[in-house]
């Protein structure tokens, strides 16, 4: 018993004492005070101010099924946050017939609040649904957090859902869009949600900044881009770290005369003078079918990184692309797209991607590694499996102008490439496991060099492991080893859950 009472102790106290339980539901009921679901606040009743109902440290309860915005009102405070979840037991949803507005808005500057356990969706979608967002923030968020929701489906897939620009931009699961105030948004987390059936899953157009954010641990079906990072206006973003997440299966959400952009996990661009600092693409896992339909260029980039307006500006410096697992087929758009796409950038990084495009897909499957324009481009122990197509295209595909590639241990295992291999480098077949780990006899294994020079988080591999397991670096997402580990599956049937 005292051991007991020991160990629940630091428990009790981690909770603030004034932290309350509030409910809100469509409709007031009862005497709809907030105590219950069965007297929870109206969702207008909240909309209309938070002041003396939600306060630092409480949990907004949604109860039933929701069908109208909820806005988001108050902050938090560090050890406080204002978190939003489900009420399990009355079935705590968001659930319209569209969402021409979003189902949660973020209202002004806050801080401290959190997201998580929901779902947001349309029941039923048609191919038509052209505009809407789950979650909205036209303010800056700081110490914010979204995990652990479901959001989406949102519109059917039926292979060309229509949108209302070459981006589907106005069909997102999240949009960040800071630009109605002058604030920086810091300290951003979004991590452990289901995307499903997307235009965009999450967009960032930060257009007064932002530091220190991270999208990880995430998976996105069925959606045209997983996240779009764009520094804009001037602005920089610094510090955006996308890692550990899972696109499965992309949809062909285009615009029938303009499929320029089926981006896969990502689409990171500077524009108009914005910035994008300190990016890191890494231990992220993309498979199944890419987008098979549209006639312009990059259609099917899994990772497509833009610096814009070109000119070799130190607009996106340094960018590390690292430890990728992409594992797709099905593009027919032809040479131009580069599952891993860099543009205009400066001084990028690429080390231990495993590429293998095509996996069985009667379509032409692209180009592993896409460079136009680039000044300055490592590409260090990466694995292009690529046998009937590019390995590395350079002029041929979008334009000259690169300058400055070192290409060393890889494995380009293709028919054409425009870089070699390079010192240490291979032509050879890969020998690669169906969830992309090396055979016993890849000649992978043992062939790589320690990178972490240039790229510090190489020291493990796409599982963990340390680098290295044997009596040299391996090429490629993962070091060989008898007890390697599987990339994840993506789960099916999943549900919200609040922990």
Not at 160 to 177: A, F, H, S, Y
Not at 442 to 459: E, F, L, M, R
Request: hydrophobic residues 35%; negative net charge; glycine residues 12%.
């Amino acid at each position: 018993m005292t051991l007991k009472i020991l160990l629940l102790l630091p428990l009790l106290f981690a909770v603030p004492a004034f932290a309350n339980n509030v409910y809100v539901a469509q409709n007031a009921a009862g005497s709809a005070n907030g105590s219950s679901c069965g007297n929870a606040y109206s969702v207008a009743t909240l909309n209309g101010g938070w002041s003396g109902k939600i306060n630092p440290g409480d949990t907004l309860f949604v109860c039933g099924s929701v069908s109208s915005q909820l806005q988001i009102l108050g902050s938090g405070a560090a050890g406080n946050l204002i978190t939003v979840t489900a009420d399990i037991p009355s079935g705590g949803k968001f659930s319209a017939a569209s969402w021409p507005s979003p189902a949660i808005h973020y209202v002004g500057d806050l801080a401290y609040v959190r997201l998580t356990g929901l779902s947001i969706t349309v029941p039923n979608p048609t191919a038509t649904q052209n505009a809407g967002n789950a979650i909205l923030m036209d303010g800056s968020c700081d110490h914010c957090r979204i995990d652990n929701n479901i959001i989406g489906p949102f519109a059917k897939r039926v292979g060309g859902e229509t949108c209302p620009d070459n981006t589907c931009g106005g069909i997102m699961g999240l949009r960040v869009d800071v630009n109605i105030t002058s604030a920086v948004a810091t300290n951003f987390e979004v991590d452990h949600n289901t995307f499903t059936q997307w235009g965009q899953a999450a967009n960032f157009l930060f257009s007064n900044g932002a530091t220190n954010w991270s999208f990880h641990h995430n998976i996105c079906h069925q959606v045209g881009s997983c996240i779009w990072v764009a520094g804009t206006t001037g602005q920089t973003i610094d510090g955006v770290k996308i890692y550990n997440n899972e696109v499965n299966d992309l949809s062909p959400f285009y615009d029938s005369a303009d499929n320029i952009h089926c981006d896969g996990l990502l689409h990171s661009h500077a524009a108009g003078g914005g910035k994008v600092l300190n990016l890191q693409v890494y231990n992220n896992y993309m498979h199944g079918s890419t987008c098979s339909s549209g006639t312009t260029s990059h259609t099917t980039t899994c990772i497509f990184i833009e610096n814009n307006p070109p000119g070799g500006g130190n607009y996106i410096p340094s960018p590390l692309v690292y430890n990728n697992l992409i594992y797709t087929y099905g593009s027919n758009a032809g040479v131009t797209d580069g599952n891993i796409f860099f543009k205009y950038t400066y001084n990028g990084g690429a080390y231990n991607n495993t590429i293998k495009p095509g996996g069985g897909s009667s379509f032409s499957i692209g180009t592993g590694i896409n460079l136009q324009g680039v000044t300055g481009q490592t590409l260090e122990n990466n694995i292009v499996d690529n046998p009937t197509y590019w390995a590395v295209c350079v002029a041929t595909c979008e334009g000259s102008g690169t300058t400055g590639v070192v290409a060393d241990h890889n494995i380009f295992y293709a028919s054409s490439t425009e870089v070699a291999a390079g010192t240490g480098g291979l032509n050879t077949n890969p020998l690669l496991n169906s969830d992309g780990t090396l055979q016993a006899s890849s000649p992978a294994i043992d062939a790589g060099v320690n990178d972490s020079t240039g790229c510090p988080g190489c020291t493990i591999d796409k599982s963990s492991l340390s680098r290295p397991q044997g009596n040299g670096y391996d090429m490629g997402a993962y070091e060989y080893t008898l007890n390697a580990q599987t990339p994840p599956q993506a789960p099916s049937n999943l549900q919200a859950a609040v922990n």
